[in-house]
Nanobody, 124 residues
């Protein structure tokens, strides 16, 4: 029900920062939790971060905690992922996803709509 379009990916050096955006349309954005997932080449897609419907609760994968920050602007129907201190292993296609309800979950089964992905490449 929710259409999602990611942007902001690119190629950076280790230690640099990057901010991803995800613009949503369709079902009321502010009533849904949102999340970020990523998939490296030849690897399974994995959870990165999630945020509840009003932004008061978040969850992060251990690998990104302290470096990444997920946020949202419901007035703009936009989800963000601020990525700092990027590492080589952060290289992946990053996907935003809309949850099936208001609250934070960390598994793919709890998300019903997905964006097309945006590539992030980190070099040494």
């Amino acid at each position: 029900q929710v259409q999602l379009v990611e942007s902001g990916g690119g190629s950076v050096q280790a230690g640099d920062s990057l901010r991803l955006s995800c613009e949503a349309s369709g079902r009321t954005f502010s009533n849904l939790a949102m999340g970020w997932f990523r998939q490296a080449p030849r690897k399974e897609r994995e959870f990165v971060a999630a945020i509840n419907w009003i932004g008061g609760s978040t969850a992060y994968a251990d690998s990104v905690k302290g470096r990444f920050t997920v946020s949202r602007d419901n007035a703009k129907n936009t989800l963000y992922l601020q990525m700092n201190s990027l590492k080589l292993e952060d290289t992946a296609v990053y996907y935003c996803a809309a949850g099936k309800g208001r609250f934070v979950h960390t598994t793919e089964a709890d998300f019903g709509s997905w964006g097309q992905g945006t590539q992030v490449t980190v070099s040494s």
